[in-house]
């Protein structure tokens, strides 16, 4: 049975069918990829879009694995600039933090108490030290962005405890995504475990859609409550990035107007990486 404009609504409302469920169900709305553009901003991503964010991740993975292979005590942070500037280049890609907002470098190295956006220069790594290199590629205009913390020759307790929080964090976020979960369920997982060990989570920065740009929306906060924010739908594309530090979350910039240090000075560790909600679940696609 058809349900006519002027009949009453199916819903109970008492209002006729056109003034009430009708729109709600008109074509415009039921597109869920206008609706999450119309209220949220965030742009679906689709298949062939999806394939190119892969391949940008590839080269983010590729690049963070060369990394690895190169950092030790005794070698400069802008020698993790050059090695990852370089080898962006030379895959016909580019570094998008260079002059990302007036960003100095091609990649942002964050070394113990720095929280992110450390800037690459003179510095030394040392012994002991725990240090994240923040990786984002634009390969053929698309974009993915992924970043670890490595931990550079005999670490401190505390050192490996930071260091496996955060990391612990970022498997707990990712797990919870999928069709019908909400940004909120991320945040709650992420914030539950880390404040369950004793850490804080930073509020100041946050994960983000992207793809198409470097950061997009939405915002994909490390904290929350179960069953809040924006409802996930296959095609989101964004990351997940928890700042675990040891000590309080209160956060301060340096002087150089782009690094983040902990109030305290307490240890701060970061993992990271893309992901796309699929109908299944998820897909990272800067996977480790
Ligand atoms: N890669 C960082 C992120 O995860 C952003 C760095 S912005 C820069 O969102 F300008 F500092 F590079
Ligand atoms: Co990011
Ligand atoms: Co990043």
């Not at 450390?118 to 634009?138: F, K, L, Q």
């Not at 913390?149 to 990712?174: D, H, P, S, W, Y």
């Not at 939405?218 to 809040?228: A, D, N, R």
Request: glycine letters at 10%; proline letters at 5%; aromatic letters at 6%.
């Amino acid at each position: 049975m058809k349900i006519g404009r002027n009949d009453p609504c199916p819903c109970g409302s008492g209002l006729k069918y056109k003034k009430c469920c009708m729109r709600k169900t008109s074509k415009r709305e039921t597109n869920l990829q206008d609706l999450y553009y119309t209220k949220h901003r965030i742009r679906l991503k689709e298949d062939k879009d999806i394939q190119g964010i892969r391949t940008a991740g590839d080269l983010v993975m590729q690049t963070l694995g060369l990394v690895q292979g190169h950092i030790r005590a005794g070698i400069s942070t802008e020698s993790i600039n050059s090695l990852v500037h370089d080898f962006t280049l030379k895959h016909n890609a580019v570094p998008a933090p260079l002059n990302y907002n007036g960003f100095p470098k091609s990649v942002c190295v964050s070394i113990n108490e720095e929280i992110c956006h450390g800037i690459p220069g003179p510095r030394i790594i040392e012994e002991g030290d725990i240090v994240n290199v923040d990786v984002t590629s634009i390969v053929n205009g698309y974009y993915a962005d992924a970043n670890q913390t490595f931990l550079v020759g005999q670490a401190t307790e505390e050192a490996r405890k930071i260091v496996n929080v955060a990391l612990e964090c970022l498997r707990r976020g990712l797990e919870q995504i999928g069709p019908g979960k909400t940004l909120g369920d991320i945040g709650w997982a992420i914030q539950d475990y880390a404040e369950g060990r004793g850490c804080s989570v930073v509020r100041e920065m946050v994960g983000h859609g992207v793809g198409f740009d470097f950061h997009e929306p939405p915002q994909v906060p490390h904290f929350g409550k179960k069953g809040e924010g924006i409802e996930l739908i296959p095609g989101m594309v964004f990351t997940v990035e928890p700042m675990i530090n040891l000590g309080g979350r209160e956060l301060k910039i340096l002087e150089d107007k782009w690094t983040a240090v902990t109030k305290d000075r307490s240890l701060s560790a970061q993992f990271e990486q893309t992901v796309v909600v699929t109908p299944e679940g998820y897909e990272s696609l800067t996977p480790f």
